[in-house]
């Protein structure tokens, strides 16, 4: 790969000014400094630096888009935010040394609103007209399924974030890498849990967006359950951007006899409606668990609704990751700490981070960890690098399948479980509590 030039701090392609244009020349990217809130936090550390006269200096694009506008804003904003922290950290500490290269990196990003169409647009006009060096995905399976093929096309390394559905990694790509768990294995501890809180549970119904993403995890879930000697006694989906539930409401709440737990959901704006709907018309079940809205802070502004739902996460920031728990399990600890992490994002963004912030700081992190272990910026010997991969971050265990069935599917993380219960004030709090290992409270179940 060839060498570019420095180019001071981070440039970004401003969405709302790329979509002002619809399809007009291509937008140069205006230049965005690092917060001080940014520059005064800890960053992912450097390899100690030679003398100056033997380094020599790059740049390294790094082509995503964000969904700005449309339905998945809300995941996809945090998602871009934490990818954003870490290369602000990055470049403000002078970058990561990448064999005898200084590399600093440079985001040049589209709004995809939200769209496939846009998805397969822009990451076209990524590899072919941006030139970019590296990509990350943007946020969903649906949207990752699009912007992957045009990475292995291209012959760009693609880091998946925000993207679980199992069906990209089994498409023969050798350049697509997932940083998070499966879609297979994420509502399986769910079911594991309801048989340890209730062993006499027997019956499950099933509501779930016609999505991607959603239909992977349910489908597996139901087989898991099945396996398990459940009756599933409802599987059914609605379309995505559904806003009124009630047909599947009075539907779920007219079986006979009434299910021990619904689980499902989608994505955040249909799962925190149909959490709302749920209680809206008391609709009693002793465990409900739905899929990406619990773990968004955002969740708990649909008030009492919210008490008892369960929610499968990729990352909370109570997880117990560590440099002493790497090394008990005989392999290196890279990047910040959780709390370190945790810590830099409030200060950025004065909020706290969800899964899908941590999951876009990985994202670079790991991007990050194969550019450092690869000495090159050279496209096949950084995959050969994610490939050998097997460390452990903030965000957790990383290690992929390096199988031609499943190429890049990630193996090495694990999902914990959430519950939205209230404190001794009233206030509505998150808990880890499942699995048991890592809970900070437990269970409330029957849900209230």
């Not at 990694?169 to 050798?174: I, L, W």
């Not at 597996?220 to 379309?239: C, L, Q, R």
């Amino acid at each position: 790969m060839k060498s570019s030039t420095l180019r001071l701090g981070i440039l970004l392609t401003i969405p709302a000014l790329i979509l002002a244009a619809c399809g007009g020349a291509s937008p140069t990217p205006a230049p965005a400094q690092p917060t001080e809130a940014m520059q005064a936090t800890s960053a992912p550390a450097a390899t100690a630096m030679p003398t100056e006269a033997s380094m020599s200096e790059a740049t390294l694009k790094i082509g995503f888009t964000t969904s700005q506008t449309g339905s998945l804003n809300t995941e996809s904003v945090r998602q871009a935010n934490g990818l954003k922290l870490w290369m602000d950290q990055v470049n403000s500490n002078g970058g990561i040394q990448v064999g005898n290269t200084m590399v600093k990196f440079e985001a040049v990003t589209y709004d995809d609103e939200s769209s496939k169409d846009r998805v397969q647009e822009l990451y076209t006009r990524l590899a072919t007209q941006d030139n970019v060096d590296f990509m990350i995905s943007p946020y969903s399976s649906g949207l990752t399924g699009a912007a992957a093929v045009i990475a292995e096309q291209n012959q760009k390394v693609m880091i998946t974030t925000g993207a679980a559905a199992d069906s990209a990694y089994q498409q023969g790509y050798t350049l697509v890498f997932q940083a998070y768990t499966p879609a297979s294995k994420y509502l399986s501890g769910a079911i594991d849990q309801l048989m340890t809180l209730d062993p006499s549970a027997k019956n499950v119904a099933f509501m779930y967006e016609n999505s991607s993403f959603s239909t992977s995890v349910v489908t597996a879930a139901k087989d898991y359950a099945e396996a398990h000697g459940f009756n599933v006694e409802m599987f059914d989906g609605y379309d995505p951007g559904t806003t009124d539930f009630s047909a599947l409401i009075n539907k779920v709440s007219g079986l006979d006899p009434a299910p021990d737990a619904i689980l499902g959901g989608g994505h955040f704006a249909d799962g925190s409606t149909l959490a709302r709907q749920l209680g809206e018309k008391n609709v009693s079940v002793k465990y409900l668990a739905l899929l990406v809205a619990p773990p968004e802070p955002d969740f708990a502004q649909i008030g009492d609704a919210a008490v008892g739902v369960v929610g499968p996460s990729q990352w909370e920031p109570d997880a117990a990751y560590s440099a002493d728990a790497a090394s008990s399990m005989g392999i290196p600890y890279v990047g910040p700490t959780v709390a370190d992490f945790v810590s830099a994002y409030k200060a950025a963004y004065n909020e706290d981070p969800s899964y899908h912030s941590a999951g876009g700081y990985a994202a670079g992190l790991l991007l990050q960890t194969a550019l450092e272990n690869a000495g090159s910026t050279d496209t096949q010997a950084v995959a050969a690098a994610l490939n050998q991969m097997d460390v452990m971050t903030f965000f957790g265990t990383e290690k992929f399948d390096t199988s031609a069935e499943n190429h890049g599917l990630q193996i090495g993380h694990e999902m914990v479980y959430i519950q939205w219960q209230k404190d001794s004030s009233g206030n509505l709090v998150k808990e880890i509590v499942w699995p048991e290992g890592a809970a900070t409270a437990s269970a409330v179940y029957p849900k209230p």
